[in-house]
């Protein structure tokens, strides 16, 4: 009598191979392919174990996230609130307008503190907020293309917003003449007029800050920039200026103050808000939206908050008056930090 095919001794093995073939072959008999899933860019921070997302607002002190309401009750409690932004980035800007809202709600009436407008730009920008000019005045009389750069909707929310609310807006930047000067032949270039006109210190002592800044000026070409010590200077006197400008309209009027500025002056804490704790004593505190496009290391000093946001597109700039290097954002248009 003939053998079954159930006494075969490979049997077993033919029919998994068989099912096999059947479950490989299935997708392309149904014209389907097989897609495997990434993981989404993902930021850890120093001393957690878990991974944190885009979307998320991290409170560094405490190493855990924060509801959006829990950010707006910690911000409200200080005097001087800094929100950092890369400056072509929409999420973060949507960001600010959003916390200007939620902090008017608490406050009333504050300042906003702009980096994007010199304060030798401050008349037409009164005159912008106060009603008496067109948004095409002010534009004109502030030379935005050559002053920023930036797309002007970024940002005209936020002046939107205090012309609504009576607030007012301090230009607080340095004057971009000056800083381009001594960007590239350093403080000893200015001549006495154009010295007196800056704050009477500029700290360049900071060897943390200098160390940071070395290292992000080293990563990027810089033209005619070559001298590092110059674009150091330059820097502090953007800072130095920035902090000068809001110190002495707190220590004028007392009130709560908003200030919007790049997140490389926030960073640590040495660009704007050190310099400005020399000056007066406030309640200071900084919340930096962070871009997150891969597996980043966060570390626990970066600021008091940090708003977790996605991948954006990048909207070129042309801007022939801008300081070479300047625009690369202190480093964070870079890819972050891998962990």
């Not at 607002?57 to 950092?84: A, H, M």
């Not at 340095?174 to 007196?196: D, F, I, T």
């Amino acid at each position: 009598m003939s053998a079954s095919f159930s006494s075969c001794p490979y049997w077993n093995l033919i029919l998994r191979l068989s099912t096999l073939l059947i479950i490989v072959a299935l997708p392309l008999i149904s014209g389907c392919t097989v897609t495997t899933r990434t993981m989404p860019p993902m930021a850890r921070l120093e001393g957690v174990k878990r991974p944190f997302f885009a979307g998320q607002i991290l409170d560094l002190k405490r190493k855990n996230t924060i509801f959006y309401r829990e950010l707006v009750e910690k911000l409200s409690s200080s005097d001087i609130v800094f929100l950092g932004e890369v400056h072509d980035n929409p999420d973060h800007h949507l960001i600010q307008i959003q916390l200007l809202q939620s902090l008017s709600d608490k406050w009333g009436k504050f300042a906003l503190g702009v980096e994007f407008i010199p304060a030798n730009k401050q008349p037409p920008l009164d005159e912008y907020i106060q009603g008496k000019a067109s948004e095409e005045e002010f534009l004109k009389k502030v030379n935005w293309h050559d002053t920023w750069g930036y797309d002007y909707h970024f940002y005209r929310a936020l002046l939107e917003h205090q012309r609504i609310m009576g607030g007012s807006v301090i230009a607080i930047n340095a004057p971009h003449e000056l800083v381009k000067k001594v960007s590239r032949a350093g403080l000893g270039s200015l001549n006495p007029e154009e010295r007196v006109s800056l704050p009477q210190t500029i700290d360049l002592t900071d060897k943390v800050h200098r160390a940071y800044l070395k290292k992000i000026y080293q990563s990027h070409p810089h033209g005619n920039l070559k001298n590092f010590e110059y674009f150091y200077e330059a820097q502090c006197v953007w800072e130095e200026t920035m902090a000068e400008n809001i110190a002495k309209y707190y220590s004028r009027y007392k009130g709560k103050i908003i200030v919007i500025c790049g997140n490389g002056h926030i960073i640590h804490g040495f660009g704007i808000p050190k310099r400005l704790r020399r000056r007066i004593k406030a309640r200071v505190m900084t919340l930096m939206p962070y871009p997150l496009t891969e597996r980043t290391s966060i570390e626990k000093d970066m600021a008091d908050f940090v708003w977790l946001t996605g991948k954006y597109f990048r909207i070129p700039k042309h801007h022939p008056g801008k300081i070479k290097g300047h625009h690369k954002q202190n480093g964070f248009d870079k890819k972050p930090r891998k962990n």
